[in-house]
């Protein structure tokens, strides 16, 4: 039987370089989603997050907007075993949105507009690591790649970058998440290729 490939034209890393273990580059910027892609425009767009007591706060497009903007410049790592180096966003950081909520949470469930779901510590949406992204490349974020907003966790493999983001939950203890439950690894970080629940 011939050997997969991941279906585009790549590199294998070199010792010491940025490219994880196990990944490939590519120029390109593959779409992979659970289901369709869900049409959400900004003008019924809204983000909800939720503590562990219930409190919620919530935010439109205009006050998304509104708030604190970041760009960044990032590499992204896949579980499908694809990387792409210096991809460009803006948005806003989640460290803006937590700022003065009273929590004693350690994990973050994130839903998704069509019904995905995925699991994170809250730790790692803190701090300067996870941004709601609504930009990339200087322009409005696509549809297919999570448009009009998506969670940006880029030193996680991409399924925790949740697309179409709709909330945050905040909990005491932690639930899988839609591809968690199905075999992928609880964390998923590209470093130590924690690709399945036996990684």
């Known amino acids: 039987m011939a050997a997969l490939t991941p279906g585009f034209r790549a ?32 003008d019924r767009w809204e983000l909800t997050l939720t503590t562990e007591t219930g409190d919620r706060r919530s935010w439109t497009w205009s006050r998304l907007m509104a708030l604190p903007q970041d760009d960044l410049t990032t590499d992204l790592h896949c579980v499908t075993r694809w990387s792409k180096f210096d991809t460009r966003w803006g948005g806003v950081s989640l460290d803006v949105l937590l700022e003065g909520v ?6 973050a469930w994130i839903e998704s507009y069509g019904g995905y779901t995925t699991n994170l510590p809250l730790a790692d949406l803190r701090d300067g690591k996870a941004w709601i992204a609504h930009t990339y490349d200087g322009r409005p974020l696509p549809a297919e790649h999570g448009g009009p907003a ?25 639930q899988q998440g839609f ?16 690709r399945t629940w036996g990684d």
């Open 150 to 174: 998506r969670l940006l966790v880029p030193h996680l493999y991409l399924w925790k970058s949740a697309k179409w983001i709709s909330g945050i939950q905040l909990r005491l203890t932690d």
């Open 179 to 194: 591809w968690e439950s199905l075999g992928y690894h609880d964390y998923g970080d590209p470093w130590r290729e924690q």
């Open 102 to 107: 009273d929590t004693h949470a350690t994990y």
């Open 11 to 42: 590199r294998r890393r070199a010792p010491g370089d940025r490219l994880p273990p196990g990944q490939f580059t590519t120029e390109g910027f593959p779409v992979l989603s659970a289901g369709p892609t869900p049409v959400v425009g900004t």
